[in-house]
């Protein structure tokens, strides 16, 4: 239905979820929300890279348990991360015998394996589909930045790498639960911000063309869903794309919410909030889907966004293009 958006007419039900987060993200406002909490952030392993991979395997393997299935009965894993070759999650496959696609789309990379793994499901063609993502702030930081040995002074405009892995099971057959009704596969916008600390300003013009496109084709207004949750576009983002809307005649300053801004207490002078691809997973998976399960709110559109970006892009000076893809889930 429309030439980006999806409509799943048999309606693939979120059976279950689980998260974790590092310790700075246990102590902010959601940590309660939270399946596990890491004392901290080495998990245990010698490396940064190793506790990540270790941190989406658990993930993994307890989103099955909490779905009273085995790992059997799962069709598929869809799963990425922002490492380089998305080894966290490649690594993490090799425990699970069990088909694998790994996926990169950034701090996008959850809403884009809940719209994948939603495709398959109502499709008929599997029936249990496994979506995970994963981010660690040591790692990331190291990668897309500086050694962490560096202690580079961060920019008020940049956001935290969120530590965090999140995993849910989306099942067919299912009656009852926070379904999957439809998603908009978002296109690739670059707005020409160079600025690799300034990716809440980068990201919101795709979230923006996302949530139009899904709204016209949807023939719905902003006001049909209780939530528009963003992932990862902080404070100035936030902003930036309630402005960009506003020109579109689309008012979401009602009823948005933003997973990056959510995750951290002011007074961690995390201002902008946080990002990275763990960033919306957990919040999403615990957070917003908890309050569905009490009914609190009853139709989401989950829309998160990923900067395309990679350290050699960065240092050539290229500008940064950027993604957003929407699911809206809804209690049925």
Not at 53 to 66: F, G, H, P, Q
Not at 263 to 278: L, V
Request: glycine share 10%; net charge negative.
């Amino acid at each position: 239905m429309g030439k980006h958006t999806v409509f799943f007419h048999n309606k693939p039900i979120i059976k279950a979820t689980y998260t974790l987060g590092g310790n700075k993200e246990g102590s902010g406002p959601l940590g309660r929300e939270f399946d596990f909490i890491l004392s901290d952030d080495y998990f245990g392993e010698k490396t940064f890279e190793k506790a990540e991979c270790k941190m989406l395997s658990r993930a993994i393997e307890k989103s099955i348990k909490n779905a009273s299935l085995k790992k059997s009965d799962i069709d598929a894993l869809v799963s990425g991360d922002l490492l380089n070759q998305i080894v966290s999650a490649s690594f993490a496959a090799r425990d699970y015998n069990i088909p694998y696609i790994g996926i990169y789309n950034a701090c996008s990379t959850m809403s884009e394996g809940l719209a994948l793994g939603g495709t398959l499901v109502d499709g008929g063609y599997m029936k249990n589909v496994v979506v995970a993502t994963s981010s660690h702030f040591s790692t990331a930081e190291r990668q897309y930045r500086y050694p962490l040995e560096f202690g580079s002074i961060r920019p008020p405009q940049s956001q935290w790498t969120v530590t965090g892995a999140g995993a849910v099971v989306v099942s067919g057959g299912e009656k009852h639960g926070q379904a999957l009704t439809s998603a908009t596969f978002g296109k690739v916008v670059d707005y020409g911000i160079s600025d690799a600390n300034n990716l809440g300003a980068a990201m919101a013009p795709a979230a923006a063309s996302t949530i139009e496109c899904h709204l016209k084709e949807a023939k719905r207004k902003q006001e049909y869903y209780d939530l528009i949750v963003t992932g990862d576009l902080g404070a100035l983002g936030s902003r930036l794309l309630k402005h960009l809307l506003e020109e579109k005649g689309i008012d979401i300053s009602a009823n948005h919410v933003d997973c990056g801004e959510l995750i951290y207490n002011i007074d961690e002078e995390e201002y902008q909030g946080g990002s990275g691809a763990g960033c919306s997973a957990i919040v999403f998976n615990s957070y917003i889907i908890g309050k569905m399960k009490t009914c609190e709110i009853n139709k989401v559109l989950f829309v998160a966004t990923g900067a395309l970006m990679s350290t050699v892009t960065t240092q050539q000076g290229e500008t940064i293009p950027c993604v957003s893809h929407a699911v809206s889930v809804e209690n049925v």
